[in-house]
């Protein structure tokens, strides 16, 4: 929006030509997000401590949490009324990644404020069905799969990248559509799972977020793409300023997230964030990537299957409970430093997902 504005003022003025610079909208987007955050954080607060929508707790749970009982929840709808409104704001309105990522994470908070909204507000424990829940998360997924495949203008755009190994891809050709569908839907799940201690969800999402944001970057350069020996993709670029918007927004929620946390994001947000993740790895073509980046994600998830596998099968249970941040809790680890812990290790993937950039 502001940069149709940008271009006509020009004109008239040559300063205005520094907002087609797209690091800059990249950390305007952060500020814009953080900013929003900050405004009406207190606000939302408040609203939903007044309205009393209040986190529930399970009584088989860690007895620590029982404290937690009433703080107010589904704040992630903030978070996605300031990425929504930073890359608004901020990136080119013309370009249909754009418009694909929003879509994204709109739909799926939309999914997550129905089974908050059930669970919250109608006191339904159970809130949205299980089946009900997949099925409107599948149809979401597959919806944005085929229109990122049919809208695809080049091989390089539907590609399975290897990391690690130059000039390595895979042609997926229809499967692209199943992959991505699976990655998307993962990734929402993922960070659904891993949102179970104040900060220790969000933290990662914004460190992943903003990894994937410089594969954006790079990706939609031409000269760096080449350098790096990764696809260009043109129009990519423009996703770094959603990537920002995601950091921003979400250090913004961060600050009344953290331990001992204000207000926790529900569904609402938990569901949109990890969408948003899988979709702009899948537009930057970096899903293997991500399942590095995001190793606290999978490894949450993957706590949930086994134990449940198990359990099924044999009666016994592999964690003391599931996810797996829980089983270190009733282990005797204060919630701080699974936290902060948590966050290292995410550190550590993204770091490792950066690599591949070079080492290839």
């Known amino acids: 929006m502001l940069l149709d504005l940008s271009l006509y003022l020009a004109q008239y003025h040559t300063g205005f ?29 408040r609203k939903l401590s007044h309205y009393q929508i209040g986190q529930h707790v399970r009584s088989d749970g860690p007895a620590t949490h029982f404290s937690k009982a009433g703080t107010p929840t589904m704040g992630g709808a903030l978070i996605i009324v300031a990425i929504c409104l930073a890359t608004v704001l901020w990136s080119d309105l013309h370009n249909r990644y754009v418009w694909i990522v929003l ?25 949205l069905p299980a089946r009900w829940k997949y099925l409107m998360q599948s149809v979401s997924a597959l919806t944005i799969a085929v229109a990122l495949y049919i809208t695809a203008q080049s091989p390089a755009e539907t590609n399975l990248i290897v990391p690690f190994f130059k000039d390595v891809s895979l ?13 998307i839907v993962g990734s929402s799940n993922g960070v659904n799972l891993t949102d179970g201690l104040d900060g220790l969800a969000i933290m990662p999402t914004v460190m992943v977020g ?73 537009i930057v073509r970096q899903e293997l990537v991500l399942f590095i980046m995001g190793g606290v994600f999978v490894m949450e998830t993957v706590s949930v299957i086994l134990q449940v596998a198990s359990f099924k099968l044999t009666g016994k249970r592999i964690f003391r409970m599931a996810p797996l941040h829980h089983h270190f809790e009733l282990k005797g680890w204060p919630e701080p430093r699974v936290i902060v812990r948590f966050w290292v290790i995410t550190v550590i993937l993204v770091l490792v997902g950066l690599a591949t950039l070079k080492i290839r």
């Open 17 to 45: 030509n520094v907002f087609q610079y797209l690091t800059l909208r990249a950390i305007l987007g952060v500020l814009t997000a953080l900013l929003v955050s900050f405004l009406f954080g207190p606000m939302l607060i």
């Open 103 to 127: 879509a994204s994470i709109v739909t799926f908070g939309g999914i997550g404020w129905i089974d908050d909204y059930k669970k919250l507000i109608m006191k339904d424990p159970k809130g």
């Open 171 to 183: 042609e997926l050709g229809a499967m692209f559509v199943l992959l991505t569908y699976f990655v």
């Open 210 to 282: 903003g990894a994937l944001g410089i594969f954006a970057y790079v990706t939609g350069h031409a000269r760096f793409a080449e350098y790096l020996s990764i696809p260009y993709i043109p129009g990519v670029g423009e996703i770094v300023v959603f990537s920002g918007a995601l950091v921003g927004a979400g250090l913004g929620f961060l600050w009344f997230n953290t331990y001992p946390a204000q207000v926790f994001m529900g569904d609402v947000g938990a569901l949109a964030l990890g969408a948003a993740l899988g979709v702009v790895a899948v």
